[in-house]
């Protein structure tokens, strides 16, 4: 749990720098033993400005890590905070005390609270193999170059404790920082974004793929039939927010059609968008841009699409919670289950190219093509239609995680038409695991074992863990 700490070298001092919880590789790989450390920051962070600026100059970048120290300063570290605003000024709110630091002699940032701090520069194009390590969408980063960090010195306190997490499929340790995000900030980013009611990143889903946001139509109140307007321009708004930007899949639904829906019910917001979407018309597709650094869904790292499907209106459909007993698919695709109303996991030969997905695609359409499905609006290939039918956890999970919007949605009697894309029949997510995928991180009873012998009685964290 480091709170990685930077300045602006241009206007240096704690009010105008930079706390974030990024990841850093102390050993390993031919890193050198206490004195060199990876830095691994995702896109979108405040220490990437900083080190841009400090290349621009020549200069190296001076990074103080902090690990312990007060709760609310890893929790600071973690908040995605609006640009400019000190990470250590919200700190010092949340604990009622100001952060307390100073400057050691080489004019790094020392907290004086923090149970170990670790400083060191990075070098303007100083980068080394980082990783791989497992991650919070539950799988394992591989290997990228990034910043190599020279180590200076190592402050501690007496009596200190190096605080950790676990991260991994959700959910897991650090899904409570997400919780706790989401009751601090939930009802500050409405009135950041005119026209939302709130915003939903779903643990389940890894966090970053996939959003889900309710918002109002006001824009036409005089049409008789409602259509997505107004929420297309708040979906654009929150694709371009900060850490929301990271989002590939975004759900976004109008409150006037049930002022009851709330985004933290999974089931029941997908139920109640699919029983709504016109799937001709409500799709927006965004492609050949950023993704999350994490996520390996796209064909390189950091780049992939993202697609924003609104819903609004009145029910045009009665989705189907069993199939009908005459349903059937080809034979490449004779396992299949329902997953929820209206969802269908069907579990397809193992992924083997772009090209030939499209053929898969194909050979459905050919089967299904004077089909009635208007009850199945949606379909997921998979590998195991079982593991993704057996709750709703899995289903989001593997669905959003494992899939690159504008490569792996397709449909039943799809066209595009003006550039835009849609489909006639059920809408297809190709959510199967591909070959330039990051590898499931998948538990150790081995570890776990070990792990637990550290808690029992006699073991060095008895009563703490």
Known sequence: M??????????????????????????????????????HYQLHRGIGVHQTKANAKGQPLKVSIFVGGPPAHPLAAVMPLPEGLSEMTFAGALGNRRFRYFYDAEGFCISSDADFVITGTVDPGSNKMEGPFGDHLGYYSLQHLFPLMKVHNVYHRKDAIWSFTVVGRPPQEDTSFGALIHDITGSAIPKEIPGLHEVNAVDAAGVHPLLFAIGSERYTPYLKEKKPQEILTIAN????????????????????????????????FIKHILERVDLTRDLHFYTKTTIDTLDYSGTDINSGSKVAIAAAGDIKRELWTELPASFTLPRSFNKFKMVMPGVLAIEAPPFGSYEQTLHEIEILNIALANTNLDGLPLF??????????????????????????????????????????????????????????????????????????????????YGII
């Open 380 to 461: 997921i290939l998979c590998d195991n239609a079982g593991f993704v039918a057996e709750n709703i956890n899995n289903f989001v999970w593997v669905s959003f995680t494992r899939s690159n919007p504008s490569h792996d949605i397709h449909g039943i009697k799809s066209f595009t038409e003006h550039k835009h894309w849609g489909c006639k029949g059920p809408l297809i997510i190709d959510a199967r695991l591909k070959k330039h995928h990051a590898p499931e991180l998948i538990r150790n009873p081995e570890v776990e074992k070990r792990v637990d012998q550290l808690g029992a009685p006699g073991g060095p964290l």
């Open 2 to 39: 480091p709170q990685v700490y930077t300045e602006d070298i241009d206007k240096p001092g704690i009010m105008n720098a930079n706390l974030g919880m990024y990841r850093i590789q102390l050993g390993g790989n031919d890193y050198i033993q206490d004195e060199e450390i990876g830095l």
């Open 237 to 268: 708004h929150i694709l371009g927010k900060s850490q929301l930007s990271l989002a590939k899949y975004l759900f976004i639904s109008n409150k006037e059609d049930d002022p009851s829906l709330k985004t933290s019910n999974i089931e029941g």
